[in-house]
Each structure stands twice: as C-alpha cells, then as structure tokens.
C-alpha cells in the first residue's frame, strides 16, 4: 500500500526567503501526487498536483513542486516565503486498491518577519 | 458557490450521546470521503463512499461508527455513544472522480465530547 511521509513537522522561516517542504512516498509506480494547504479552522485546499509529464508542476500562491522518482520524492518549494502563508501543508497521493487518498502527517509552516 | 458543506461547523456532546454530521458534496460529485483530524495529527482516512454504497470502511472503527451517503441528501456520518476520545475535527472531501486522488474539502465539523 503506498505511504506518504512528511519528514519534518515544523518548518520555521523568515519572510522573503525561500521554502523547500519534503515529501516522501513509497510505491512502485508512478503514483498521483497532491499539495494541499490548510489553515487554522478550515478545510484543506488543493495547492497543485502531478498526474504525468512534466515533472516540475506549478500551483497556485506561487508554489511549485518537483516530481523525483529516483528519490521518491515530490518537495514543495516557494523562492520568497510570505506571511500569509503560514498554515498546515499536507502532501498526498492514492493509496490501494480502492485509491484511498492518504495523507502525510502535515508540516507546520512558521513565518517570522 | 456550489462546494463542499459541511454541518454543524461545531458540535457539542455529552458521552453516551449521538453524534450526526453532514456533509453535501460539490454539485456533480458522487464520491465522498470522510477524515478525522486530531492535533498534531494529520488526515486519518475513515470511510470512503458512493451514493447509497461504501466502498472502503477500513478506517473506520467497527464499533459506534456509521456513514451513509443516500441517493437523495448529504452523506452522513455517525457516532453512536460518543466518548471524549471521538473529540476531533471531521472533515469530509468530494471527487469526481474515483483515481485520481483530487479532493475538495468541506471546512470541517469540530466535535467536543464533554
């Protein structure tokens, strides 16, 4: 069954610089892989997302992320961190037969200014 | 705007009481999914379901737990004799799709068991 692992639980970084969430997953082939964002008392919203091509994958709020499958990895990257992004992130890909959508356990994004 | 609602956005209970949370996915969208949040935690998936079918109830607990998703209204999801450890944030997302793993999210119904 494939599983997402989010490395780091807090991230703390300064406003302006640049941000690299990781992301981790475990499966053989290709999988579908999601971004999403939360923040306090609301629901998860979708960031972007890989399905094929391109590796490198744009979303919205300037954020991007690198599809690695050498690494297993799809890290979530910003070049200037803003204030308002401080919030939840969870990275997320299908998981068994029935697709189940399974999530990383989240990175806590802090922004100092 | 025709998203994911969710109802009541918070809810009270007393242990031994019955919890019944809501949630009406995107027009169009006849996959459902409930999570459970805990802090500190991330998304725990519990039950995936199409109208008037559950698909995967893996996550669920055997015990107290129900969900429904009826050909007509919301999808429901219910906790029979509610104990404090039920006291979590439940969201439920919807696809239209059942592979390709997109969700769009309702904001959450937050359960307090006193």
Known sequence: AQ???QPDIHITVSEGASLELRCNYSYGATPYLFWYVQSPGQGLQ???????????VQGIKGFEAEFKRSQSSFNLRKPSVHWSDAAEYFCEAPS???????????TSLIVHP | N?????NPRHLVRRRGQEARLRCSPMKGHSHVY??????????????????????DESGMPKERFSAEFPKEGPSILRIQQVVRGDSAAYFC?????????ELFFGEGSRLTVL
């Open chain 1, 3 to 5: 599983s997402v692992t």
């Open chain 1, 46 to 56: 979708l960031l972007l997302k890989y399905f094929s091509g391109d590796t490198l």
């Open chain 1, 96 to 106: 068994g037969g029935s697709y189940i959508p399974t999530f990383g356990r989240g």
């Open chain 2, 2 to 6: 025709a998203g994911v609602m969710q």
């Open chain 2, 34 to 55: 409930w999570y459970r949040q805990l802090p500190e935690e991330g998304l725990k998936f519990m039950v995936y379901l199409q109208k008037e079918n559950i698909i």
């Open chain 2, 93 to 101: 997302a919807s696809s239209s799709t059942e592979n390709t793993g």
